[in-house]
């Protein structure tokens, strides 16, 4: 239940095969510290990083690369479609204190394919491998390059199986991991994931590669999963029904983060394995609430009152799933019409005084033993 990335000059060990994905808008630094803390997590992602915005020294970029002590590993995930430009970002990333540097082939918003980035680097596979081949050669030795693609750009692409062409392509050229979202660029997030999809990609990486295991000396390359893991149940279906390494989880983490902790006292509990673990965060009304508490007063701390207060009104209607689901509107109302960060903290420890409480299960919150120490 652990990884292992192998780059070219050495090897990356995750405690976890659990992972942060890069969503944009989600993924900065006070999110992940938020999701880290609760434990469970293996690799976080940074949201979507520009190459042009980090060597221009753009604040809203650097912002998103922003990293900590508590941040580690660090994958950090460039988009575009231009082999020097990503190449140079990869140096900088490195530079910067990415542990892991991923390509991002598999964003389906328009403003991102538009670029000749995201998903639509699936189009063209050929000189999606030259520009990996350039961008690994652009890294350290020690830096595992990786990539996180969808399952084709359409149906046609899908029966076609390019994701498991290019996968394969790029593993030959040195890919560490493979990352695959269970939906074709078309789909974007509607519809069930395609686990069949996702163990086609795990199956042709495995036969080309060799089999993949975290230990020992064998040569595979780990296929992680995603889309559509919102619980522990979810994460064992990924790994059963794909016989991928590892599972990422973005989307579903909103409503909770501590699904990370659930999924690996999960596997745990399966596997009848036995790990170090510190004790699970108890995941009452009140805690889920001081969660909430937690990652705004990071945001306040990293990006400051204003941006802080712009997305706290933004996001809770999904943080309020993880909370009591449909009977904490009035907390949500309030904290959208929040004015000040003191209003957000006063609805917050209102709805605490006021002692309502809801029935959380029904947002497939289970609690679960165990956690990453």
């Known amino acids: ?8 000059g050495r090897d990356v060990a995750l405690e976890s095969n659990l992972l942060l994905a890069p969503i944009a808008g989600w993924c900065d630094l006070a999110w992940r510290e938020t999701c880290r803390e609760l434990g469970g997590v293996g690799l976080a992602c940074t949201d979507l990083l520009s190459p042009k915005g980090l060597l221009c020294g753009s604040e809203a970029s650097l912002d998103l690369a922003r990293t900590s002590d508590l941040d580690r590993p660090i994958c950090m995930q460039l988009y575009g479609g231009a082999a020097s430009a990503l190449a140079d970002g990869a140096r900088w ?7 892991v540097v991923d390509i991002n082939m598999g964003c389906p918003v328009d403003k991102i394919c538009k670029k ?5 680097l699936m189009c063209n596979v050929d000189n999606t491998l030259h520009i990996f081949e350039r961008v690994r050669s652009a890294l350290p030795d020690e830096i595992p390059l990786t990539a996180k693609m969808r399952l084709g750009w359409d149906e046609e ?18 890919a560490s991991m493979i990352t695959v979202h269970g939906r074709t660029t078309e789909q974007r997030f509607k519809g069930e994931c395609r686990l069949a999809g996702i163990a086609r990609v795990v199956e042709s990486v495995g036969e080309a590669t060799g089999s993949y295991a975290a230990e020992g000396d064998a040569s595979g390359v780990p296929v992680i999963g995603n889309g559509d893991v919102r619980s522990s149940d979810d994460c064992l279906r990924m790994l059963r029904e794909t016989g991928c390494a590892g599972v990422m989880i973005g989307r579903g983490a909103f409503a909770g983060p501590w699904v990370f902790s659930e999924a690996w006292g999960a596997q745990l509990e399966a596997s009848g394995a036995e790990g170090t673990l510190d004790e699970a965060p108890t995941l009452s009304e009140d805690a889920r609430l001081n969660v909430v508490l937690a990652y705004f007063n990071r945001m306040r701390t990293y990006r400051g009152d204003a941006y802080a207060l712009h997305k706290i009104r933004q996001k809770i209607s999904w943080l309020g799933k993880g909370i009591s689901g449909s009977h904490c509107r009035p907390l949500k109302e309030a904290v959208r019409s929040a004015s000040s960060v003191e209003d957000v903290t006063l609805a917050v420890e209102s709805w605490r005084a006021s002692g309502v409480s809801g029935d959380a299960g029904g947002d497939s919150l289970e609690t679960q033993p165990g956690s990453v120490g």
């Open 1 to 8: 239940m652990s990884l292992k990335l192998r780059a070219p």
């Open 93 to 99: 990333c490195a530079d910067h204190g990415a542990t």
């Open 116 to 120: 000749d980035g995201g998903s639509k």
């Open 157 to 174: 692409a899908y029966r076609a199986d390019v994701a498991s062409k290019l996968a394969v392509g790029l593993c030959r050229l040195g």
